[in-house]
């Protein structure tokens, strides 16, 4: 039996305008793309330490009654034990097909963005750095990204993203798109009529790259040129998140916003 | 037309023709798309390895990685995707995802950390197979990058001690492997009747986890648990690699596996001898002190045997 979804949900994640990176932001808009796709209400909270309130140390986390869980994942798992759930209509072959292009948009999205964010020095002198210790006063902003950093070089470093250029990187995303594009061809979800969790989370991703401004448009650009998946993102963004104006922003609300940023 | 290329890798035992999951996945590519390569296994020589293996040279081209390798192999018109669909094609990079995210963890674990697989198998094995100084040192730096990889990345804040995360992994390398045997269903291979690149990597996978004999295997008996991945696996060493696993490159030919072969062979030849000397017995039951002498016999040959072991 379904229990009730208290009408207190919230989702806590970065602050949206000063302090929020590329993949937070990614993941996060995934989470909230899942569930208003599940038709649960839920608030978006913006706290500067949401990173350190969240139990695995990762955002997006939701605070649902008196329990805390954080990440699609284990959101995904925990929707389904209270009774919702978007892939039950799939057959095995599909659910393993599912959660094969899921672990494909995690492997190279998530760990390209990461990258872009950390590893590119450009990018972490002028976008990087500032927004992620916006917050904190000097020397704290800095020693608290420079830790941050120093962890997330030591993990690319550790499944061999080390040694990749940015052109290999941005080679990889496209061959990531590629395959998303394929997959999606011309139905409106990637499992045909019904939306599932792996819309919501490429969603998330696309979105945030297509309206995300950096130092240079390669990353958007990438994505731009595959037109079935910009569609794909307006038809999920104007479904799901036109009525909500105040918690979540259209393409052209969000880029004229990131450019007054450098 | 092409010009000679030669794979380097880690050799193999156990009916494998390599131990290590990317050289079993270049090796089992290049058998699927016909390229001809020469397989030289790392050996005792003090040859200054040109990266971690497996390492393709052609020409001065060097190349490292197994996803580069078969991309370079594609370009020199050895394609074992000729025939798959573009969906096709984008489910072997979301399936091949899936095989580094859920199943390598645990492989990793079971073959680098696991205590006792470690310092019986995976690390003699190893250590055999290189130069002296190098052979003390090379086993522990893979074993120390092995367990760095699997806690950087999955080793997170609510998996607080190795424990958990082992439980975890493992979980999860069995969900994948039941997510595969419902993709493969009784097809043959996972796209129709020919071997792709998805094959190679699932077989490059599967199959150390299938044959190599640890003393702790909870993964083993979980994939036999699924016969359609036992019969995959048999089918390619059967039909793909089995006309090179007796007669491997003569230059990778190891001292230590010629020894075990004579070794082999001196056993069977006194069990056969034995069993010979039984039969003589049981046909002249009235001997009784011939049995004395022909246990010291046997006892003497087994003795001799080890010692022929020993010796280098």
């Known amino acids: ?262 | 037309m092409a010009a000679p290329m030669e794979l380097s890798c880690w050799g193999g035992d156990w009916g494998l023709p390599s131990l290590h999951p990317e050289c079993l996945t270049v090796m089992a590519y290049a058998k699927f798309s016909g390229a001809p390569l020469t397989v030289n296994t790392v050996n005792n020589s003090w040859r200054a390895p040109k990266g971690d293996p497996p390492v393709l040279v052609s020409e001065d081209i060097v190349i490292s990685q197994p996803a580069k390798i078969l991309n370079f192999l594609r370009k020199q018109k050895y394609n074992a995707d000729y025939d798959l669909s573009a969906k096709q094609g984008a489910d072997t990079l979301a399936y091949i995802a899936l095989l580094e995210e859920k199943l390598l963890p645990a492989l990793l674990h079971t073959f680098w950390i696991e205590a006792e697989n470690y310092c019986s198998v995976t690390k003699p094995w190893f250590a055999s197979k290189i130069a002296f100084p190098l052979s003390l040192y090379l086993p522990g730096k893979m074993s120390r990058e092995a367990l760095n990889r699997i806690l950087l990345t999955k080793g997170g804040p609510p998996l607080y001690s190795l424990t958990e995360v082992e439980a975890q992994i493992y979980r999860d390398a069995k969900e994948c492997l039941n997510l595969l045997s419902k993709r493969l269903g009784t097809a043959q291979f996972f796209f129709g009747d020919t071997p792709t690149t998805l094959d190679a990597f699932v077989f490059g996978f599967l199959a150390p986890i299938y044959k190599v004999c640890f003393p702790r295997v909870q993964l083993q008996e979980h994939l036999k648990q699924l016969p359609n991945l036992c019969r995959f696996c048999d089918d390619i060493l059967t039909c793909y690699f089995r006309l090179t696993v007796s007669s491997c490159s003569p230059a990778g030919q190891d001292t230590a596996d010629a020894n075990l072969q004579k070794l082999t062979q001196l056993v069977n030849k006194e069990s056969n001898l034995i069993e010979k000397m039984d039969d003589n017995l049981r046909k002249s039951p009235q001997h009784p002190p011939r049995k004395l002498t022909t246990l010291k016999l046997a006892a003497g040959g087994e003795e001799s045997s080890p010692m022929s072991r020993l010796s280098p």
């Open chain 1, 1 to 262: 039996a379904a229990e009730p979804w208290p009408e207190n949900a919230a989702l806590y994640q970065q602050l949206k305008e000063e302090q929020i990176l590329l993949s937070d932001n990614a993941s996060s808009l995934a989470v909230q793309a899942f569930l208003q796709m599940c038709n649960l209400p839920i608030r978006v909270i913006c706290r500067a330490n949401a990173e350190y309130m969240s139990p695995s140390g990762k955002v997006p986390f939701i605070h649902v009654g008196n329990q805390v869980v954080s990440e699609l994942g284990p959101i995904v798992q925990f929707v389904k034990a209270k009774g919702h759930s978007l892939s039950d209509g799939l057959d095995e072959v599909q659910k393993a097909e599912m959660k094969a292009y899921m672990e494909l948009v995690n492997n190279m999205l998530l760990t390209a963005e990461l990258y872009l964010q950390w590893c590119d020095d450009v990018t972490v002198e002028e976008i990087t750095h500032p927004r992620y210790g916006s917050p904190y006063p000097w020397p704290l902003n800095r020693i608290l990204s420079y830790q941050k950093q120093w962890e997330v070089r030591r993990k690319m470093k550790a499944i061999g993203w080390a040694g990749k250029t940015l052109e290999q990187v941005l080679e990889d995303v496209d061959q990531c798109c590629h395959a998303l594009s394929q997959r999606l061809g011309t139905q409106p979800y990637f499992f045909n009529k019904q939306p599932t969790e792996l819309d919501a989370l490429v969603f998330g991703h696309l979105f945030t790259i297509l309206t995300t401004q950096l130092i240079t448009d390669e990353l958007s650009e990438k994505v731009k040129n595959y037109s079935n998946l910009t569609a794909f993102c307006r038809r999920i963004e104007q479904q799901y998140f036109e009525g909500h104006e105040k918690d979540s922003s259209t393409i052209a609300a969000r880029s004229s916003k990131k450019s007054l940023l450098r």
